[in-house]
C-alpha cells in the first residue's frame, strides 16, 4: 500500500504565496517522478509541474517563473513554492507519484487532493 499525503494549501490574497509538500510512503520501490497536477471546478486536470528523480523539471507555461517545483529524494517528498498567486491559480492541487512499488510493476498514485484557493 503506498499513501500520498499533501500539506500547504489555504486562502491567499493575489499576489501572495503558498508552498505545498507531499509525501510519498509504504511500499516503495523506488520513484521516478514526482508531480503536481490541478483541477479547478468544470476544469480537466492539468499538469502544474513535474521532477524527475535526477531533478529535470517541467512546468505548464501558465505557472513558469512564478512556480517552483522540488524533491527530497531521500524521503520521497515533492514540495510546491508558489509565488505571485493569481486567482486563476485556484482549484484543487494534487500530488502524483510516478515509480515502481510493491507489487514490481510501475504505476503512478495520487494524492487526495489539497484546496488552493486565491482570492481578495
Known amino acids: 500500500q503506498v499513501q500520498l499525503v499533501e500539506s500547504g494549501g489555504g486562502l491567499v490574497q493575489p499576489g501572495g504565496s503558498l508552498g505545498l509538500s507531499c509525501a510519498a510512503s509504504?511500499?516503495?520501490?523506488?520513484?521516478?517522478?514526482m508531480g503536481w497536477y490541478r483541477q479547478a471546478p468544470g476544469k480537466q486536470r492539468e499538469l502544474v509541474a513535474t521532477?524527475?528523480?535526477?531533478?529535470?523539471?517541467n512546468y505548464v507555461d501558465s505557472v513558469k517563473g512564478r512556480f517552483t517545483i522540488s524533491r527530497n529524494g531521500a524521503e520521497n517528498t515533492v514540495y510546491l513554492q508558489m509565488n505571485r498567486l493569481k486567482p486563476e491559480d485556484t482549484a484543487v492541487y494534487y500530488c502524483?507519484?510516478?515509480?515502481?512499488?510493491?507489487?514490481?510493476?510501475?504505476?503512478?498514485?495520487w494524492g487526495q487532493g489539497t484546496q488552493v484557493t486565491v482570492s481578495s
Open positions: 509504504g511500499s516503495i520501490f523506488s520513484i521516478y517522478a
Open positions: 502524483n507519484a510516478d515509480g515502481v512499488y510493491g507489487s514490481g510493476l510501475r504505476d503512478n498514485y
Open positions: 521532477i524527475t528523480n535526477r531533478g529535470s523539471t
